[in-house]
């Protein structure tokens, strides 16, 4: 942090919220108290720095300096935020995943701080997901909550969690359910289909499982349909 001011430091004493312990400073020398965690320094006449070593959920809020006893003041506002952890699972097999399933998936986020308002939401594919945790936090905690949704194209791809705090954004990517995906299905012919008579007789053999077989099969089995062109 930087404090600029317009007159001469002469003493600056730092403030944090909570009454911080935090360093004093003597402009003539060039000289700051030393403070367990910071690290203040005199670069001129009007201008000081003060650098925190390792940001704490405490150190959240309002910092002044000002020239002692009753000069001017500065101040701004610190806001704090530590990045979670997270784990998506799901009942489902989110590597078969069918057109319009209801799938379910829940997000267990640990270990997160915000010291204003933050909120979650859910990215599947292209679709991204409110999650209902917004809030304003004081400590280090941890939420478990879940997302319902019938499946469509847009959902499937890359699955990640989208983490708020203030004016930032985070993409988080979280272990378990990394992707949503449809099988594949493969289709094969006897003959050359680029070189086909009419009336020849084409055989196709298509193994699949999935509704999105680019061809129009019994999906209740593997098998092979065989027809006249």
């Not at 690290?39 to 910092?63: C, D, F, M």
């Not at 915000?114 to 917004?134: E, H, K, M």
């Amino acid at each position: 942090m930087n404090c600029s001011m317009s007159v001469p430091l002469v003493t600056l004493l730092y403030s944090g919220p909570g009454n911080v312990n935090a360093p004093q400073c003597i402009a003539e020398n060039k000289y700051c108290t030393p403070v367990k965690g910071y690290n203040a320094s005199v670069v001129n006449a009007t201008y000081s720095r003060l650098r925190i070593l390792s940001i704490q959920p405490y150190h959240a809020g309002r910092w002044t300096c000002k020239i002692i006893p009753d000069g001017p003041s500065a101040s701004c506002n610190l806001v704090t935020t530590k990045t979670p952890t997270c784990n998506i699972s799901s009942d489902n097999d989110t590597d078969a995943l069918a057109k319009y399933q209801e799938l379910s998936l829940t997000v267990d986020i640990r270990d997160y701080f915000c010291s204003a308002i933050s909120n979650f939401a859910l990215q599947t594919g292209n679709v991204t997901t409110p999650l209902p945790i917004a809030e304003h936090v004081t400590r280090i905690i941890s939420n478990i909550t879940a997302a319902t949704f019938n499946v469509t194209n847009s959902h499937l791809g890359i699955v990640g969690l989208i983490y708020n705090c203030h004016n930032k954004q985070w993409d988080i990517t979280c272990h378990g359910v990394t992707e949503l995906k449809t099988p594949t299905c493969s289709i094969t012919s006897d003959k050359d289909t680029d070189r086909l008579v009419l009336n020849e007789e084409l055989t196709l053999s298509v193994d699949f499982h999935a509704y999105n077989c680019p061809v129009v099969a019994d999906q209740s089995r593997q098998g092979h349909r065989q027809r006249q062109v």
